[in-house]
């Protein structure tokens, strides 16, 4: 069999990224846990991190994920109910300890949440270089795509990685709308400036936060000087606040199930 130049560099490409990523699991695999918040109270959906998802409490989903991607030590949940800790053990979390009032009412930061969960590894002297704190209601994440963030986080040299979502139109050209109904724009110096001629901008997709450990203990933020941008396509993303947007998220999932190739 002979390979065209073309087909050569195609095979040797992939066989350089896997490696990488081999290297990459190998360094991090005993020293990175996946933190994974999920409180009891939820005002727009109540109970809406054991809310069921097709077939399973939607929380089960990024559990699974976590350990499916096999970069984490451990994979752990943090609550302040028994029966999301009950759920968490079920599909193969740990629940070393249950979330204090402290960090579980709607004015705490996951900031706050992540501070205790270091607290009291330390307290049982364990400690971690990285870790993934991941969003509960995040039934369309994949595996590839933590290996995929791990190899970017290495590969920049930041300290931590944020997931974002590119705005489809241009917000610069936004509108706004007055008390009397009429529209303006928010921003009148972009309006003569053709869309295509504006810069992206991107938001938090809101699905998971990797970070150095010992960078978010100085700092104690999720967002860093140094954070480097994971750019994730509106497929693979839902914000689930409302019934509607749980139908949609329900709707992707089926969709990437029909179509390995789009996962």
Not at 32 to 45: D, E, F, H, L, N
Not at 161 to 171: D, E, G, Q
Not at 205 to 231: H, R
């Amino acid at each position: 069999m002979t390979w065209t130049h073309e087909q050569y560099m195609r095979i040797l490409q992939d066989f350089n990224v896997k490696h990488t990523l081999m290297k990459i699991e190998a360094k991090i695999a005993n020293r990175t846990i996946a933190v994974i918040p999920a409180r009891g109270g939820s005002k727009r959906i109540p109970r809406k991190n054991v809310e069921d998802f097709l077939g399973k409490p939607v929380v089960a989903y990024p559990i699974a994920t976590a350990l499916e991607s096999k970069l984490f030590a451990e994979v752990m949940v943090s609550t302040d109910d028994e029966e999301i800790a009950e759920i968490a053990k079920r599909y193969h979390a740990s629940v070393p300890f249950m979330r204090s009032a402290a960090t579980s009412d709607d004015h705490a930061t996951t900031a706050d949440v992540l501070l205790e969960v270091f607290q009291e590894y330390e307290k049982i002297d364990k400690t971690f270089d990285y870790c993934c704190c991941i969003y509960p209601v995040t039934p369309l994440l994949r595996a590839s795509t933590f290996k995929e963030s791990f190899e970017l986080l290495e590969r920049s040299g930041a300290d931590a990685l944020m997931p974002v979502i590119r705005y489809s139109h241009p917000i610069q050209r936004a509108l706004q709308v007055d008390d009397n109904g009429y529209v303006s724009y928010v921003t009148s110096e972009f309006q003569p400036m053709r869309t295509q001629d504006l810069p992206p901008r991107f938001h938090d997709a809101g699905q998971f936060y990797l970070f150095k450990v010992e960078t978010f203990l100085q700092s104690k933020q999720i967002v860093m000087d140094n954070t480097v941008a994971f750019e994730m396509p509106e497929s693979s993303v839902q914000d689930i606040d409302t019934e509607e947007d749980w139908k949609m998220a329900e709707l992707k999932y089926a969709y990437m199930l029909a179509n390995p190739s789009s996962r």
